[in-house]
Nanobody, 126 residues
Framework: QVQLVESGGGLVQAGASLRLSCVDSGGIISSYAMGWFRQAPGKEREFVSAIHWTGGSTYYADSVKGRFTISRDNDKNTVYLQMNSLKPEDTAVYYC???????????????????WGQGTQVTVSS
């Protein structure tokens, strides 16, 4: 059973960096694409980044392209999101999710992911 736990969030100033981690205590995510989404107050959850189960391909929202990097370590059942040059508009709760289908291609739609973690708060001050 997949149990995702996100960590690494915090309060930082604009321009700073954070690295988020998403650990699967169930130890099975190595066969699944993984995605990071975020939800700001009063807004819907939106796609941030996703990575193929092999790690061979990655996708980013235009708003974070060039600043964020997703990676994974399947031996550690962990997915990372390195966030550089943070902006106040990056403030949100960040969630990781597992693709519903094993060995699937990467998707950017929220409905194609499941087993969401509890989220980690990222707050960027100006």
């Amino acid at each position: 059973q997949v149990q995702l736990v996100e960590s690494g969030g915090g309060l930082v100033q604009a321009g700073a960096s954070l690295r988020l981690s998403c650990v699967d205590s169930g130890g099975i995510i190595s066969s699944y694409a993984m995605g990071w989404f975020r939800q700001a107050p009063g807004k819907e959850r939106e796609f941030v980044s996703a990575i193929h189960w092999t790690g061979g391909s990655t996708y980013y929202a235009d708003s974070v392209k060039g600043r964020f990097t997703i990676s994974r370590d399947n031996d550690k059942n962990t997915v990372y999101l390195q966030m550089n040059s943070l902006k106040p508009e990056d403030t949100a709760v960040y969630y990781c999710g597992r693709a519903r289908l094993q060995h699937s291609r990467v998707e950017v739609t929220e409905g194609t992911y499941t087993d969401w973690g509890q989220g980690t708060q990222v707050t960027v001050s100006s």
